[in-house]
């Protein structure tokens, strides 16, 4: 059974949503994408005495057990988080490619 060529520049009209099950060459990208994150939330990270400079920082990996400076300044963050973090935490992922945007200064006014 062949089928009809459409001449150059003539456009067919397909409706995705056919009750007969997926039509041949149609895509709703229905189970591409996961679910939805929410990312905007600011989370805080334990206190510190790593200086008064916060940023923002959204690591791309988990990050578990990461102590700078002495044993009392230990984080745990997790991918795709946002976090308050001393600048030296920051300069440290920054320097380590471990962050999905450039790390900036914490205002509390955001």
Same mark, same amino acid.
């Given at each position: 059974?062949?089928?009809?060529?459409?001449?150059?520049?003539?456009?067919?009209? /397909?409706?995705? #949503?056919?009750? +007969?099950g =997926?039509?041949?060459?149609?895509?709703?990208? *229905? &189970?591409?994408?996961?679910?939805?994150?929410?990312?905007?939330?600011?989370?805080?990270?334990?206190?510190?005495?790593?200086?008064d400079?916060?940023?923002?920082?959204?690591?791309?990996?988990? /990050?578990?057990? #990461?102590?700078? +400076?002495? =044993?009392?300044?230990?984080?745990?963050?997790? *991918? &795709?988080?946002?976090?308050?973090?001393?600048?030296?935490?920051?300069?440290?992922?920054?320097?380590?490619?471990?962050?999905?945007?450039?790390?900036?200064?914490?205002?509390?006014?955001?």
């Open positions: 059974m062949a089928t009809a060529r459409r001449q150059p520049g003539e456009v067919e009209a /397909v409706d995705p #949503m056919v009750s +007969g =997926p039509t041949e060459g149609v895509s709703t990208m *229905a &189970g591409l994408f996961g679910q939805a994150q929410v990312v905007d939330e600011i989370q805080n990270t334990p206190p510190h005495y790593l200086g400079a916060v940023w923002v920082v959204r690591p791309i990996n988990d /990050v578990e057990d #990461m102590t700078v +400076g002495s =044993p009392d300044n230990h984080f745990n963050l997790k *991918a &795709g988080t946002r976090y308050r973090v001393p600048q030296r935490v920051a300069e440290i992922l920054y320097n380590r490619d471990l962050l999905m945007e450039i790390p900036y200064p914490y205002d509390g006014r955001r």
